[in-house]
């Protein structure tokens, strides 16, 4: 079966520090990876999806950046963070068309 | 994807019967009926899909009028820990963006 880790779990962070969260994968090869971002009791906001290693696209225009450097390794990468890019953060990866979410990470910027 | 309408909360006995209403009235014929749960802080959980027949598993059924234009999640006995919020989502099996809405926050109570 599909497991998704995402670490880590919580993060406070100052504004204008950089930002990395790791998402990985286990128990499926070459699945499609997604960055979702959930602000406080809002919906989720797809932010990046990636086919394949190298391969990012972004959803909307942000703070934020994508990498892919490996099949089942997604990051989450900012420069300088914004009091904006406060949020629960979702690494999600599909099996059979299906979405399937990690834990998250709870990322607030001060 | 269609448009999804769900009531903004509900509550349920525990042992009772949970259902949860969703309109999709401009769901197309290629769109699928997805049901997520979101437990607080926490990554969300799927539950269930449908295209046009009733769909059951071990966690829920799912119950899509004739018309497509409407569907009901089934929690046939809930539990204090079924308390969450529940998100109805219409899409093409291969739409990479899950547009999850406010959803149906269900409590269970004692």
């Known amino acids: 079966s599909q497991t998704i880790h995402q670490w880590p779990a919580t993060l406070v962070q100052p504004v204008g520090s950089p930002l990395s969260l790791e998402c990985t994968v286990e128990g499926t090869s070459n699945p499609n990876l997604y960055w979702y971002r959930q602000a406080a009791g809002r919906g989720l906001q797809l932010l990046f999806y990636s086919v394949g290693i190298g391969q990012i696209s972004s959803e909307v225009p942000q703070n934020l950046s994508a990498s892919r450097p490996q099949d089942r390794q997604f990051i989450l990468s900012s420069k300088k963070l914004l009091l904006s890019d406060s949020g629960f953060y979702l690494c999600a990866a599909n099996r059979d068309w299906t979405q399937y979410f990690g834990p998250g990470t709870r990322l607030t910027v001060l | 994807d269609a448009k999804t309408t769900q009531p903004t909360s509900m509550d349920c006995a525990e042992g009772r019967a949970a259902n949860l209403p969703c309109n999709h009235s401009?769901?197309?014929?290629?769109?699928?009926v997805y049901w997520y749960r979101q437990i607080h802080s926490q990554g969300p959980q799927y539950i269930i899909h449908?295209?046009?027949n009733n769909e059951t598993n071990e966690m829920a059924s799912l119950i899509i009028t004739e018309d497509r234009k409407s569907s009901t999640l089934i929690l046939p006995h809930a539990t204090l820990r079924d308390t969450a919020v529940y998100y109805c989502?219409?899409?093409?099996?291969?739409?990479?963006?899950?547009?999850f809405g406010a959803g149906t926050r269900l409590t269970v109570k004692p």
């Open positions: 989502i219409v899409r093409v099996a291969n739409n990479n963006d899950m547009r």
């Open positions: 449908g295209l046009k």
């Open positions: 401009t769901i197309s014929g290629n769109e699928y």
